[in-house]
């Protein structure tokens, strides 16, 4: 009988633990279904505006003057005019930590970059909203401004293949030289910068020192340390006066290693 009982105490408990890891799992991937489902909200805001070839006239023209032709843009003032490709007015008007828009063609980073110098990782556990997530929204370096010769963006590394798990792709060459443009839109325009290096570093390395270059010498000795601990580059290194965007996620987390994209300034 105590053999029952004990048995029964232990399936008891047994079904308990079981139940609670259930709900705590559940519960942990409906947060992580909302996080995605917020940026996706977040992404509809951002409309994404059509280069006009001509501006359109206004009424008819007057008798003496003759209709001008339609003009058909140059690739080169084509690649300008999608300079400007999202309208961030709404985002800019809802939270003041705004900075940008982070987004590599093709794949599924797509995202607004947060700013808060007074609180480095304030966004690293909280949502665009301000609330608390597992996910976080990927931060600009507190140190950083916008002109910074190297803006270093950190993001999570999700199981569920959201914020920066697409960054794991690019140990592999092949994505990286098929996804080597990288998009950041700002209050001063659209910029896109060239992928030339993936490095595997750890979380303390040299190169998250690295944010501001006085001179030439201090730039190439920053980018020569880095390039030397790179899997691979993909073109050349970029030049003194070139700005660098940084990509960093959690890599290897057992050994505290992270993984950098490294991108230059078209």
């Not at 003759?66 to 400007?84: F, M, R, V, Y």
Request: proline share 5%; hydrophobic share 40%; charged share 20%.
């Amino acid at each position: 009988m105590n053999r029952r009982i004990k048995f029964g105490v232990f399936i008891t408990l047994l079904s308990a633990v079981l139940v609670t890891c259930g709900v705590v799992i559940g519960s942990e991937l409906l947060s992580r279904q909302k996080d995605k489902e917020n940026f996706e909200q977040l992404a509809k805001l951002v409309t994404v505006k059509s280069p006009v070839a001509s501006p359109t006239p206004t009424g008819p023209p007057a008798a003496d003057e003759q209709p001008a032709a339609a003009k058909t843009p140059s690739p080169d003032s084509e690649e300008e005019s999608q300079g400007q490709l999202r309208d961030l007015s709404e985002l800019f008007a809802m939270n003041e930590d705004f900075v940008g828009w982070l987004c590599i063609p093709d794949t599924d980073i797509n995202y607004p970059v947060m700013h808060t110098p007074d609180e480095p990782e304030w966004y690293l556990r909280r949502n665009f909203q301000g609330e608390y997530s597992e996910s976080g929204v990927p931060f600009l370096d507190f140190r950083c401004a916008l002109d910074s010769d190297n803006l270093i963006i950190y993001g999570h590394n999700m199981m569920n293949g959201t914020m920066f798990a697409g960054l794991r792709r690019y140990v592999q060459k092949d994505f990286c030289e098929q996804h080597s443009v990288i998009e950041f839109q700002t209050i001063e325009g659209c910029a896109k910068y060239q992928v030339f290096a993936v490095a595997q570093v750890k979380s303390n390395d040299d190169w998250y020192k690295f944010v501001n270059a006085n001179t030439a010498e201090d730039f190439n000795s920053a980018v020569d340390k880095a390039m030397g601990k790179t899997l691979f580059q993909v073109g050349s290194s970029p030049e003194f006066g070139t700005q660098i965007l940084t990509l960093s996620t959690c890599y290897d987390s057992a050994h505290n290693g992270r993984l950098l994209v490294l991108a230059a300034k078209l």
